[in-house]
């Protein structure tokens, strides 16, 4: 039991039902990374949407979260997730915060989470609800094309939002051996999600994991 925003939040068993169940659908999806999905289980998705919502958080649907935004569908986060290949004490930077929930799923694998939010609200609020959970990600304010030069280069960095190409800032924050996951297209239509893998050499291996639908990556407006 949580208290956020002065109302209570409880995770029942009825909540922890429906999760099983969320994990049993991503499996048959074709998720098969333990740690991941064991974080999914875990990790009480209802608190990240307006409690009118509960119905909504254990189905494997993208939801709003206010400001035009969205929380992840499940598989896309456990798709990512499992893309990022994330070791324990990782230093993981994130590309929209929004809800908070994949920062706290990358927590639960044992990344040292950074995460960038543009819109001010989400950032401030998304704070207070990952603090009454008892998690303390590095959460920053700002523009996430620009990356956090000031904590790289980093073990792995993943973006939640669509971005129309690979920004080069990023690249430059990724360590030899890193990997960066980034849904890559048009933000009014479909994106690739891709990988792209910083050799020991420097050199850089992209590979292409299908098609996604993201909110866009918005560039210089705050
Ligand atoms: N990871 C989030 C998904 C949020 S949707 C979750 O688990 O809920 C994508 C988020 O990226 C939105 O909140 C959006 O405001 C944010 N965003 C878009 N462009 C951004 C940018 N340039 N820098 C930082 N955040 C950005």
Redesign the pocket.
């Known amino acids: 039991m949580i208290r956020f925003k002065g109302i209570l939040l409880d995770d029942n068993y009825r909540h922890q039902g429906l999760r099983k169940r969320l994990v049993a659908e991503l499996e048959q999806k074709g998720i098969c990374d333990r740690k991941v999905l064991a974080a999914i289980g875990k990790i009480p998705r209802h608190f ?1 949407l307006d409690s009118s919502f509960v119905e909504f958080a254990y189905q494997d649907k993208a939801f709003p ?1 206010g ?1 035009e ?4 569908q499940p598989y896309t ?1 456990a798709f990512q997730s499992e893309l990022l290949q994330v070791q324990p004490l990782h230093k993981v930077l ?10 706290i799923v990358l927590m639960e694998l044992g990344a040292k989470v950074f995460s ?4 001010k609200i ?1 950032h401030y609020r998304t704070k207070e609800l990952l603090q009454a959970m008892g998690y303390n990600p590095r959460l920053f304010y ?4 620009k990356g956090l030069p000031s904590f790289a280069p980093f073990d792995r960095i993943i973006v ?2 669509a971005a129309p190409s690979i920004p080069e800032m990023l690249l430059q924050q990724l360590k030899p051996g890193g990997i960066l996951v980034i849904p890559v297209g048009d933000s009014n239509g479909i994106q690739v999600m891709t990988t792209v893998v910083r050799q020991p050499d420097g050199s850089l291996e992209e590979k292409q994991h299908g098609k996604f639908r ?6 210089n407006k705050k």
């Open positions: 990240f979260i400001e935004q969205t929380i992840s986060v994130e590309v929209g915060t929004g809800s908070g929930y994949q920062a960038i939010e543009r819109v989400l700002g523009d996430g094309y939640t939002a993201f909110v866009p990556m918005v560039e």
